[in-house]
T-cell receptor, first 111, second 115 residues
Framework: GQNIDQPTEMTATEGAIVQINCTYQ??????LFWYQQHAGEAPTFLSY????GLEEKGRFSSFLSRSKGYSYLLLKELQMKDSASYLC????????????FGKGTRLHILP | GAVVSQHPSWVICKSGTSVKIECRSL??????MFWYRQFPKQSLMLMAT?????????EQGVEKDKFLINHASLTLSTLTVTSAHPEDSSFYIC???????????FGPGTRLTVT
């Protein structure tokens, strides 16, 4: 079966740091994505992890532990425009390129 | 690069009619295209995967006779919602993969409202 869990909602303050966790149990694993989605818009790519460890890209960092089935997205120096949903998604790989999405975490940024 | 477009961006139709949504890769050849549906405040649910020139593979619970998918060329896939009902009202998003990269490129989505 496929199971991707992440918190439904989180709230943080402008300028602060927030960590969004994701755990997964999937039949097959060939990488984990994080996407940002503003209401009414398509998702935009943030990061991709296939090996264990931390990937840093500007204010955003993503971490993966394959043995634990765990990832997190770290957002630093939060800005109001970071208010959005953040989707954790797993590519099962091998025979196909399907990406299975978690339900998303709605992040609210307070001034 | 790697731009995917969808047309129309929004559509309103009457119950019982059919609606076609186009997904185009503008600057690359998409060997595989994916169709997702997203209800308000829900995540993306994969409906089907289509490869150019072959029949689409539908996810469990998705009616293939209701959601017709045609991947006629390496740059175009279409989703036709047949005999639409109000419960089909949703945000439909396509994505495309060239097979050369791990990334899928998403279109801007189509908002379908069935009255």
């Amino acid at each position: 079966g496929q199971n991707i869990d992440q918190p439904t909602e989180m709230t943080a303050t402008e300028g602060a740091i927030v960590q969004i966790n994701c755990t997964y149990q999937t039949s097959g694993f060939n990488g984990l994505f994080w996407y940002q989605q503003h209401a009414g818009e398509a998702p935009t790519f943030l990061s991709y992890n296939v090996l264990d460890g931390l990937e840093e890209k500007g204010r955003f960092s993503s971490f993966l532990s394959r043995s634990k089935g765990y990832s997190y997205l770290l957002l630093k120096e939060l800005q109001m425009k970071d208010s959005a949903s953040y989707l954790c998604a797993v590519r099962r790989g091998n025979r196909d390129d399907k990406i299975i999405f978690g339900k998303g975490t709605r992040l609210h940024i307070l001034p | 690069g790697a731009v995917v477009s969808q047309h129309p961006s929004w559509v309103i139709c009457k119950s019982g009619t059919s609606v076609k949504i186009e997904c185009r890769s503008l600057d690359f050849q998409a060997t595989t295209m994916f169709w997702y549906r997203q209800f308000p405040k829900q995540s993306l649910m994969l409906m089907a995967t289509s490869n150019e020139g072959s029949k689409a593979t539908y996810e469990q619970g998705v009616e293939k006779d209701k959601f017709l998918i045609n991947h006629a060329s390496l740059t175009l896939s279409t989703l036709t919602v047949t005999s639409a009902h109000p419960e089909d009202s949703s945000f439909y998003i396509c994505s495309a993969s060239s097979g050369n990269s791990y990334e899928q490129y998403f279109g801007p989505g189509t908002r379908l409202t069935v009255t």
